[in-house]
């Protein structure tokens, strides 16, 4: 197992990329605290699924745009997990509206996640990483920023 006893957090874990990449690091070896926003019995199941592999795995409820809650995050991570080897920020939102149509609350929120959210992760977990001399972050972006339809714009500029 390439990752045999790493610690990973994964944002926006629950559903789609962020739940398949949370199952293939548990597959490699790592254990994993598993974030969410809103849908707790989609991330429980993650986590149990985790767990049958024979893993650890934590669920953890926090908006990754609230940097307060972010911080709880890695902490709980390093107290209840013992470090942090790997951060993927796959957290993301989107609206599916015309850019003349979006306003300005759209906006916020869709930059509030997919730009603000990264920072915030990337600021909390980088401290302990260097601390301890290693550690790996992957940032998802979006091939949408090649083909740009016109109810992406905003979420297309987000991961731009």
């Not at 926006?12 to 398949?20: I, L, P, Q, S």
């Not at 990337?122 to 302990?128: I, S």
Request: charged share 20%; aromatic share 4%.
């Amino acid at each position: 197992m390439k990752l045999a006893d790493r610690i990973a957090i994964v944002s926006g874990a629950a559903k789609g990329m962020g739940r398949d990449i949370c199952l293939t690091l548990a597959r490699e070896g790592a254990d994993l605290m598993v974030n969410y926003q809103t849908n707790s019995q989609a991330a429980q199941e993650v986590v149990s699924e985790i767990k049958k592999m024979g893993r650890r795995a934590l669920p953890h409820q926090a908006d990754v745009s609230d940097n307060n809650q972010v911080i709880a995050m890695v902490d709980r991570a390093i107290k209840e997990m013992g470090c942090i080897d790997i951060l993927v920020n796959c957290a993301g939102i989107a609206a599916r509206v015309a850019f003349m149509d979006a306003s300005i609350e759209e906006w916020h929120s869709i930059i509030n996640v997919n730009l603000h959210g990264p920072f915030y992760t990337m600021k909390a977990v980088l401290p302990h990483m260097r601390q301890r001399g290693s550690g790996n972050i992957v940032n998802i972006s979006s091939n949408i920023t090649k083909w740009y339809p016109p109810t992406s714009s905003l979420y297309a500029t987000s991961k731009a």
